[in-house]
C-alpha cells in the first residue's frame, strides 16, 4: 500500500516536473496563440484559395499612400496573456501594434522593416477600430484582454481563419465588428449632382439632393450668390448667399428669382473625416511575422453638384371692348403681380388694345382704373397667368348706361301700412312719354311690398324726362288721377342702371256701427220694480272692443252709456270682431260678432243682451291631514249667504219641497240641487263621517264670473278621530320569603321597565284611502313605571278594519315569551277625539323542570362496593335559558334519612338548547356503603336563585345500589379427598359459592394456596368468569408438587376484583377453616440402588477427569483465533 502510495506521489511529482519543465522550456523565440494547434476552418466561413491567402498575407499596398520613410521603429515588450492564450506586446514609431501571423516567428526589437503602407482590407480595419487601440474600444480599460484579442481576431481578419481567443469574453461580439467590415468611413457623395429648376410658389426651385456620408462628416458650401438661396430640408436651415455647412444625411435644395439665369456649381468639396485604414509593416526578412496597426489619413476624393437656373419671362396684351361691340380708347388698368406690388400702369390706344412685356412668369391681376366715356368702369380684377416666352391675352368688356323708374305704394294717413283689409299691392301704374300720360312706355303693377318697378331704357344722352301715372287702384283704396313727371341725369360713370324711385299715397274706404246694451234679467228686486212689462234694463258701462281680424289689433274700444247706447266711425276696409271686453257686474258678456266694411261710408245697427253669472256647486270632504278625499256617505252640510243666512232651494223630486241641509254620496261628494248666483258663500258642516271630527269652522267660498257655467268644488277638511291604549303590566316572581323544601313558591309584582311596540298587523288605512302605515310597521312604543302602568305616547288611527298587536319586546330572560295581543280601535263619534283601548297582562316566569337518573359511570343501577366509585347524575332538563350560566348542587343522600349526605357537588354549565341533559359526577366510598341504597336531590340555580329542585328519596331513578358480595369455598383433591400422598404432581379444586354478584358484569378471580402454619404462598393463580347470577359457584383447579408439599396442610385463599381496575369485590382467606383446607401425607421411605462400576476411560456423571483436555482445546483454539485476527489486522 505504502509503496502504492509513493509510486502514485512520484508520478505526480514527475508529472508536476515534466509541465514545469514544458513551461520552463518553452520556447521564447516565437509567440504562438495557444489555440493555434488543429485550427478549423475560419469562423465567417469564407473559402480562400491558396492565391487569395497568400494576397492576404501580404496585402493590397496602396502605394498613393505609402507611409514616407524608409523603415519604422519595432519594438517588441514581451508577452500578453488573458488565459491560455498568449500574444506578443509590439510598438511600432511608439504606437501600439499586433502580430497578424501568428503561425511565424516573432520580430524582435529593431528588427528593419518597410516603413508600412496603406492596407486596403475592411475587416482587419473594422477590427482594429473596435480593437484597444481604435477609436470604437469595445474593452474600456480592460488593456490585457484587449490586447490579446485585437491581436487574434486582426490576424484571423487577415488570414482568414481561426486564430484562437474564443474563450475570452467578449470574443464573439468583437469578431462579428470586424467580420461586418463597418467602420466610420470617409466616403461621401451627393443622391443628384445635376439639379434642374422648375417654378414653384413665385420663384425657382431645384431638385433636393441628399448628402450621402457619415453623419460625423461635414461638408461647407462657399461662395454661393447672393440670389441664391440654399434651404437644409433636415435641419430647417437656409442661406442666402455665403457659406453653409452641411453634414452627412441632410438634403438640401436651392431656390432662385425667377429672372435669374445663372447656375451655381458648388466646386470639389471635401469632407471633414479622415479616411480610416490599417497601416501593414512587412519585415525585411519574409519569414518573420507581419506588424499591422491603425491610422487616420486625409481623404483623396471629392464630392460635387451644380445648380442650375434660367431667367423665365413673358409679355401681356389687353384688349378693351364695349357691350355694344365697340374697341374702346382710354381704359386704363394697374397690374400687379401675386404679391400685390403694382408692375405697370396703362391706358388702351385707339384700336382699344395695350402691351406690357417682360414680366416674369407668373399669376398677375389686371383691375380698370378709369372707364372710357359713356361707359361704365369694371372694377373687378381680372386674373392672367403669363408663362415664359409666351404672349397672354385677356379682353375685357365695358357696358353701357341706362336708367329705370321704380315707385312706392303709401297709405295716405298710415304710410307704408295698410289700414283694415286694404292692400298696397296690385293696383297698376303706366309709365308715359308725354304730359298728358297718351304715348306709353311700359305698365308695371305694384308687388307685395308696395313697390312697382318699369323696364329699364337707354338714357340715349346725359338727361330725360318722363311720366308716371295711377291706372289701377289697391284693394280698399280710391283711385289717385295725378299725373307725375320724371327727370333723368347720369352723374358718374360707375352706375350702370341710373334708377329713380318715387312715393305715391291713396285714401283707404272707411265705415261706422252703433249698438244698445240691455240684461236678461236684474240682479236686485229693487230694479225689477222699476221696469214694465217686457221692459229690458239697460246696461251701463258695458265695453266693447272692435278688433281687426286679419292683423288682431285693436281699432276702438268704447262703453255704454245710462241708455246702453254706444256709437263706433271711422273703421277701415275690412273685417271685423266686436268684443264685449267687459261686462257690468253679475253679468255674462254676448258672443263676439263680426262686421265688415266693404264700401267707402258704409254704416250698421246692433241690439245686445246679456245674461247674469252663476255656477253649479260640489262639496268633496276630504282628510285634514293628507288632503285625500273620504270616499263616505252621510256627511250632512248647510249652505251661508253672504249675511250668514242658510240657503234653501226648493225640489220637486223625490217631493215638492224645499230644502237647507244636503248630505254626501258614498263618494264623499256632494252636488247643490241648483246653481247659485254670483256672490260669497259659507260651508257649514253638521254631521261628520264614520271615523272623523266635525269641523267646527266654516267655509268660505264665492261664486266668481269666471265660474259661470261651470260647477265649482268646494272642499271640506276633516281630522280623523283617533285612539290610545293605557295598562298595567305585572309578572310572576319566587317568593324568597315563603320556601317549600319540595317546590319553588311563586308570587306577582308589578313589572317596571317593560318596553311593548304597538305593530300594524294589517295595512292602517283611513277612510281616504291613505295607507298611516304598512303592515308590520312599529306605530308606537310604550314602557312600564315603577307600577306597572303604561300608556301610548302617540295616537292611533280608529276603524274595525285597522288591527294591532300589542307586542312585548323586551321582557326579563328568564319569562316566557308573551303572546302578541290583536286589538282594535273603535270609533265613538264626530266630537270624541281619543278613545280609549285598556290591558291587563302578566309575565309568567319560564319555570325550569328537572328529572334525574342515577347510575354508575357504565350506566349501571347496581354496583359492587369499591371505594372511589363514581356515580354519574344524567339530569334532564327542560325550559333552561340557551346560553346562560347555570349552577346544580347535587347530593347524595340516605333515602331513609335524606339529612345523611355521602357526598354532594356543585358545578355550573351553560346550556346550548332549552332542553336537554347534563352529567354531574360524584365519588363516594363504596366500601362504606355496602348493601346500602343512595339517592340523589338535585338543585338548580341561576343567578344565586333557586329555580328548579328534585327531591324525592323514592324516585328510583335517581337511586343506586351497593351490593353486598361473599365467597364461601371448599378445597378438595380431584378425587374429592381432602388428603393425598406425596406422589408427584396433584390437582386441587377449589369450590368457591358467591352472593351478592352483580350478573354478567366479569369477575378476577385471584386463588392462593398457602401453607396452614407458616402463611406462605406456596401457589398463585389468576382466572376470570362472569356470573350468571346474583349467586352460584365456581371451580378453580390448581396444579400442585406433592412431593415438595409432603407432611403439610396446605389453605386456599379467593379474591374476587374488577378486572380493569383490579379493585377488590370480596375475599375469603381464613387460615383456620379447614373447609378449604388440603394436607399432604409423609413420604414413605425406599430402598437405595445399587453404585454402577466405571467402564473404560469415558467419564462419568460428576467426572471433571476432561476438564484439563477440554481447556487445553479451548486455549489452542483461543489461541489460533487470536492469531487469525491479529494477522488480518496487520494485513
Known amino acids: 500500500m505504502n509503496k502504492l502510495k509513493r509510486l502514485k506521489k512520484g508520478f505526480s511529482i514527475f508529472m508536476i516536473a515534466l509541465i514545469m519543465l514544458s513551461t520552463v522550456f518553452t520556447p521564447l523565440k516565437n509567440v504562438f496563440a495557444s489555440e493555434v494547434n488543429g485550427l478549423e476552418t475560419s469562423p465567417d466561413g469564407e473559402l480562400k484559395s491558396k492565391e487569395m491567402e497568400e494576397a492576404l498575407k501580404k496585402g493590397t499596398q496602396n502605394n498613393k499612400l505609402r507611409v514616407a520613410r524608409a523603415g519604422s521603429t519595432v519594438v517588441y515588450k514581451g508577452q500578453v496573456i488573458y488565459g491560455p492564450n498568449i500574444v506578443g506586446h509590439f510598438e511600432v514609431d511608439g504606437e501600439q501594434a499586433f502580430c497578424i501571423e501568428h503561425p511565424k516567428p516573432t520580430p524582435g526589437t529593431g528588427t528593419s522593416n518597410d516603413g508600412g503602407n496603406i492596407y486596403d482590407n475592411p475587416k482587419v480595419a473594422a477590427a482594429l477600430y473596435y480593437g484597444i487601440t481604435g477609436d470604437g474600444n469595445m474593452f474600456g480599460s480592460d488593456w490585457t484582454r484587449g490586447t490579446v484579442l485585437t491581436s487574434l481576431v486582426v490576424s484571423e481578419m487577415y488570414l482568414g481563419s481561426y486564430q484562437g481567443g474564443q474563450s475570452v469574453p467578449g470574443y464573439d461580439a468583437y469578431?462579428?465588428?470586424?467580420?461586418?467590415?463597418?467602420?466610420?468611413?470617409?466616403?461621401?457623395?451627393?443622391?443628384?449632382?445635376?439639379?434642374?429648376?422648375?417654378?414653384?410658389?413665385?420663384?425657382?426651385?431645384?431638385?433636393?439632393?441628399?448628402?450621402?456620408?457619415?453623419?460625423?462628416?461635414?461638408?461647407?458650401l462657399t461662395n454661393i450668390p447672393a440670389q441664391v438661396t440654399v434651404h437644409n430640408v433636415t435641419t430647417g436651415a437656409q442661406k442666402t448667399g455665403g457659406s453653409l455647412v452641411i453634414k452627412g444625411?441632410?438634403?438640401?435644395?436651392?431656390?432662385?428669382?425667377?429672372?435669374?439665369?445663372?447656375?451655381?456649381?458648388?466646386?470639389?468639396?471635401?469632407?471633414?473625416?479622415?479616411?480610416?485604414?490599417?497601416?501593414?509593416?512587412?519585415?525585411?526578412?519574409?519569414?518573420?511575422?507581419?506588424?499591422?496597426?491603425?491610422?487616420?489619413?486625409?481623404?483623396?476624393?471629392?464630392?460635387?453638384?451644380?445648380?442650375?437656373f434660367e431667367a423665365r419671362t413673358g409679355d401681356l396684351e389687353i384688349t378693351k371692348k364695349g357691350t355694344d361691340g365697340k374697341l374702346l380708347a382710354g381704359a386704363s388698368y394697374a397690374l400687379k403681380?401675386?404679391?400685390?406690388?403694382?408692375?405697370?400702369?396703362?391706358?388702351?390706344?385707339?384700336?382699344?388694345?395695350?402691351?406690357?412685356?417682360?414680366?416674369?412668369?407668373?399669376?398677375?391681376?389686371?383691375?380698370?382704373?378709369?372707364?372710357?366715356?359713356?361707359?361704365?368702369?369694371?372694377?373687378?380684377?381680372?386674373?392672367?397667368?403669363?408663362?415664359?416666352?409666351?404672349?397672354?391675352?385677356?379682353?375685357?368688356?365695358?357696358?353701357?348706361v341706362s336708367f329705370r323708374i321704380t315707385g312706392h305704394k303709401a297709405d295716405s294717413e298710415t304710410g307704408d301700412a295698410a289700414q283694415g283689409d286694404a292692400k298696397l299691392s296690385g293696383g297698376k301704374y303706366g309709365l308715359y312719354a308725354d304730359a298728358a300720360a297718351t304715348v306709353l312706355l311700359d305698365e308695371a303693377v305694384i308687388d307685395a311690398k308696395g313697390n312697382f318697378t318699369f323696364k329699364?331704357?337707354?338714357?340715349?344722352?346725359?338727361?330725360?324726362?318722363?311720366?308716371?301715372?295711377?291706372?289701377?287702384?289697391?284693394?280698399?283704396?280710391?283711385?289717385?288721377?295725378t299725373i307725375y313727371p320724371a327727370v333723368v341725369t347720369q352723374t358718374d360713370n360707375t352706375t350702370?342702371?341710373?334708377?329713380?324711385?318715387?312715393?305715391?299715397?291713396?285714401?283707404?274706404?272707411?265705415?261706422?256701427?252703433?249698438?244698445?246694451?240691455?240684461?236678461?234679467?236684474?240682479?236686485?228686486?229693487?230694479?225689477?220694480?222699476?221696469?214694465?212689462?217686457?221692459?229690458?234694463?239697460?246696461?251701463?258701462?258695458?265695453?266693447?272692443?272692435?278688433?281687426?281680424?286679419?292683423?288682431?289689433?285693436?281699432?276702438?274700444?268704447?262703453?255704454?252709456?245710462?241708455?246702453?247706447?254706444?256709437?263706433?266711425?271711422?273703421?277701415?276696409?275690412?273685417?271685423?270682431?266686436?268684443?264685449?271686453?267687459?261686462?257690468?257686474?253679475?253679468?255674462?258678456?254676448?258672443?263676439?260678432?263680426?262686421?265688415?266694411?266693404?264700401?267707402?261710408?258704409?254704416?250698421?245697427?246692433?241690439?245686445?243682451?246679456?245674461?247674469?253669472?252663476?255656477?253649479?256647486?260640489?262639496?268633496?270632504?276630504?282628510?285634514?291631514?293628507?288632503?285625500?278625499?273620504?270616499?263616505?256617505?252621510?256627511?250632512?252640510?248647510q249652505i251661508l249667504d253672504s249675511e250668514k243666512n242658510v240657503v234653501k232651494f226648493h225640489v220637486n223630486y223625490p217631493s215638492d219641497q224645499d230644502m237647507d241641509t244636503f248630505t254626501s254620496t258614498a263618494d264623499g261628494t256632494l252636488v247643490l240641487p241648483d246653481t247659485l248666483p254670483i256672490g260669497h258663500y259659507y260651508l257649514v258642516e253638521t254631521k261628520a263621517p264614520a271615523g272623523y271630527l266635525i269641523n267646527p269652522e266654516p267655509v268660505a267660498f264665492e261664486i266668481a264670473a269666471d265660474h259661470d257655467g261651470q260647477m265649482i268644488t268646494v272642499e271640506m277638511k276633516d281630522t280623523p278621530a283617533m285612539g290610545k291604549i293605557k295598562g298595567t303590566k305585572i309578572k310572576e316572581?319566587?317568593?324568597?320569603?315563603?320556601?317549600?323544601?319540595?317546590?319553588?313558591?311563586?308570587?306577582?309584582?308589578?313589572?317596571?321597565?317593560?318596553?311593548?311596540?304597538?305593530?300594524?298587523?294589517?295595512?292602517?288605512?283611513?277612510?281616504?284611502?291613505?295607507?298611516?302605515?304598512?303592515?308590520?310597521?312599529?306605530?308606537?312604543?310604550?314602557?312600564?313605571?315603577?307600577?306597572?302602568?303604561?300608556?301610548?305616547?302617540?295616537e292611533l288611527y280608529v276603524g274595525e278594519n285597522n288591527k294591532y298587536q300589542l307586542i312585548e319586546t323586551n321582557a326579563p330572560e328568564e319569562y316566557q315569551t308573551l303572546a302578541p295581543i290583536d286589538f282594535t280601535l273603535t270609533y265613538a263619534d264626530g266630537i270624541t277625539p281619543i278613545v280609549w283601548k285598556e290591558f291587563n297582562v302578566k309575565n309568567d316566569l319560564i319555570k325550569p323542570i328537572i328529572g334525574t337518573k342515577a347510575t354508575?359511570?357504565?350506566?349501571?343501577?347496581?354496583?359492587?362496593?369499591?371505594?372511589?366509585?363514581?356515580?354519574?347524575?344524567?339530569?334532564?332538563?327542560?325550559?333552561?335559558?340557551?346560553?346562560?350560566?347555570?349552577?346544580?348542587?347535587?347530593?347524595?343522600?340516605?333515602?331513609?334519612?335524606?339529612?345523611?349526605?355521602?357526598?354532594?357537588?356543585?358545578?355550573?354549565?351553560?346550556?346550548?338548547?332549552?332542553?336537554?341533559?347534563?352529567?354531574?359526577?360524584?365519588?363516594?366510598?363504596?366500601?362504606?356503603?355496602?348493601?346500602?341504597?343512595?339517592?340523589?336531590?338535585?338543585?338548580?340555580?341561576?343567578?344565586?336563585?333557586?329555580?328548579?329542585?328534585?327531591?324525592?328519596?323514592?324516585?328510583?331513578?335517581?337511586?343506586?345500589?351497593?351490593?353486598?358480595?361473599?365467597?364461601?369455598?371448599?378445597?378438595?383433591?380431584?378425587?374429592?379427598?381432602?388428603?393425598?400422598?406425596?406422589?408427584?404432581?396433584?390437582?386441587?379444586?377449589?369450590?368457591?359459592?358467591?352472593?351478592?354478584?352483580?350478573?354478567?358484569?366479569?369477575?378476577?378471580?385471584?386463588?392462593?394456596?398457602?401453607?396452614?402454619?407458616?402463611?406462605?404462598?406456596?401457589?398463585?393463580?389468576?382466572?376470570?368468569?362472569?356470573?350468571?347470577?346474583?349467586?352460584?359457584?365456581?371451580?378453580?383447579?390448581?396444579?400442585?408438587?406433592?412431593?415438595?408439599l409432603a407432611g403439610q396442610d396446605i389453605v386456599f385463599y379467593e379474591y374476587f376484583h374488577k378486572p380493569e381496575t383490579n379493585q377488590l369485590i370480596a375475599k375469603h382467606e381464613d387460615i383456620n377453616d379447614k373447609g378449604q383446607t388440603v394436607h399432604f401425607n409423609d413420604i414413605k421411605p425406599v430402598p437405595a440402588p445399587e453404585k454402577p462400576a466405571k467402564i473404560?476411560?469415558?467419564?462419568?456423571?460428576?467426572?471433571?477427569?476432561?476438564?484439563?483436555l477440554v481447556l487445553c482445546g479451548l486455549l489452542l483454539m483461543a489461541a489460533g483465533v487470536y492469531s487469525l485476527r491479529r494477522k488480518k489486522a496487520k494485513n
Open 456 to 481: 329699364t331704357l337707354p338714357l340715349e344722352g346725359s338727361t330725360k324726362t318722363v311720366y308716371v301715372k295711377e291706372t289701377v287702384a289697391p284693394e280698399g283704396y280710391t283711385l289717385d288721377a
Open 249 to 308: 444625411g441632410d438634403t438640401i435644395y436651392f431656390t432662385a428669382l425667377l429672372d435669374y439665369d445663372k447656375d451655381f456649381a458648388s466646386g470639389a468639396l471635401k469632407g471633414s473625416m479622415k479616411d480610416y485604414s490599417p497601416i501593414l509593416y512587412k519585415m525585411n526578412d519574409d519569414s518573420l511575422q507581419k506588424l499591422v496597426k491603425g491610422g487616420w489619413f486625409d481623404p483623396t476624393k471629392t464630392i460635387s453638384f451644380t445648380a442650375r
Open 337 to 400: 403681380n401675386a404679391a400685390g406690388t403694382v408692375v405697370a400702369n396703362v391706358t388702351t390706344g385707339a384700336n382699344g388694345k395695350v402691351s406690357i412685356k417682360d414680366l416674369q412668369q407668373g399669376d398677375y391681376t389686371a383691375t380698370e382704373t378709369k372707364a372710357p366715356a359713356g361707359y361704365t368702369i369694371d372694377t373687378t380684377p381680372r386674373k392672367v397667368t403669363i408663362t415664359a416666352g409666351q404672349t397672354a391675352l385677356l379682353t375685357l368688356t365695358n357696358k353701357f
Open 175 to 220: 469578431r462579428a465588428k470586424a467580420a461586418s467590415g463597418d467602420y466610420p468611413k470617409a466616403e461621401a457623395s451627393f443622391s443628384v449632382t445635376n439639379l434642374t429648376s422648375t417654378v414653384v410658389g413665385g420663384v425657382q426651385k431645384t431638385q433636393s439632393t441628399k448628402l450621402i456620408a457619415d453623419v460625423s462628416n461635414k461638408f461647407e
Open 1096 to 1108: 473404560g476411560f469415558l467419564p462419568t456423571t460428576g467426572d471433571r477427569s476432561m476438564d484439563l
Open 496 to 637: 350702370e342702371v341710373i334708377t329713380q324711385n318715387k312715393t305715391y299715397t291713396d285714401k283707404v274706404m272707411k265705415g261706422s256701427f252703433d249698438l244698445i246694451k240691455f240684461g236678461n234679467k236684474p240682479l236686485l228686486q229693487s230694479q225689477l220694480a222699476g221696469l214694465k212689462d217686457g221692459e229690458k234694463l239697460p246696461l251701463l258701462g258695458a265695453e266693447f272692443t272692435v278688433t281687426h281680424d286679419k292683423t288682431g289689433k285693436v281699432v276702438s274700444v268704447k262703453a255704454t252709456d245710462l241708455q246702453g247706447y254706444v256709437n263706433f266711425t271711422g273703421i277701415p276696409y275690412g273685417d271685423y270682431t266686436v268684443t264685449e271686453t267687459k261686462a257690468p257686474f253679475g253679468y255674462k258678456p254676448v258672443a263676439p260678432f263680426k262686421i265688415q266694411i266693404t264700401k267707402d261710408g258704409q254704416h250698421f245697427n246692433y241690439l245686445i243682451e246679456d245674461k247674469v253669472i252663476e255656477a253649479k256647486v260640489k262639496i268633496v270632504k276630504l282628510d285634514a291631514t293628507t288632503g285625500e278625499t273620504v270616499p263616505l256617505a252621510g256627511t250632512e252640510y
Open 733 to 794: 316572581v319566587i317568593d324568597s320569603e315563603n320556601v317549600d323544601p319540595e317546590k319553588i313558591v311563586y308570587k306577582e309584582v308589578p313589572a317596571e321597565n317593560i318596553t311593548f311596540d304597538v305593530v300594524a298587523t294589517s295595512d292602517i288605512v283611513t277612510p281616504d284611502g291613505t295607507v298611516r302605515f304598512q303592515k308590520g310597521d312599529i306605530v308606537d312604543t310604550v314602557k312600564t313605571d315603577a307600577k306597572g302602568y303604561f300608556e301610548s305616547t302617540k
Open 856 to 1044: 354508575g359511570i357504565n350506566g349501571e343501577k347496581v354496583l359492587n362496593p369499591l371505594g372511589n366509585t363514581t356515580l354519574i347524575d344524567q339530569i334532564n332538563y327542560k325550559s333552561l335559558l340557551v346560553g346562560k350560566e347555570y349552577t346544580v348542587v347535587t347530593k347524595a343522600v340516605n333515602p331513609a334519612n335524606p339529612k345523611e349526605v355521602y357526598a354532594s357537588s356543585t358545578t355550573k354549565f351553560t346550556p346550548k338548547t332549552a332542553d336537554g341533559t347534563y352529567e354531574a359526577k360524584l365519588v363516594v366510598d363504596g366500601s362504606k356503603l355496602v348493601g346500602k341504597d343512595v339517592v340523589f336531590f338535585e338543585y338548580l340555580q341561576y343567578k344565586g336563585e333557586e329555580v328548579a329542585k328534585h327531591t324525592n328519596p323514592k324516585d328510583g331513578n335517581q337511586t343506586v345500589h351497593f351490593t353486598n358480595p361473599k365467597i364461601g369455598t371448599k378445597a378438595t383433591f380431584e378425587n374429592g379427598q381432602k388428603a393425598t400422598d406425596p406422589t408427584g404432581d396433584v390437582t386441587v379444586k377449589d369450590t368457591m359459592k358467591y352472593s351478592g354478584m352483580i350478573p354478567g358484569e366479569a369477575v378476577k378471580v385471584v386463588t392462593k394456596a398457602v401453607n396452614a402454619k407458616t402463611g406462605q404462598v406456596i401457589q398463585t393463580k389468576e382466572t376470570t368468569f362472569t356470573p350468571k347470577a346474583e349467586t352460584g359457584e365456581y371451580v378453580v383447579s390448581m396444579v400442585l408438587d406433592a412431593k415438595q
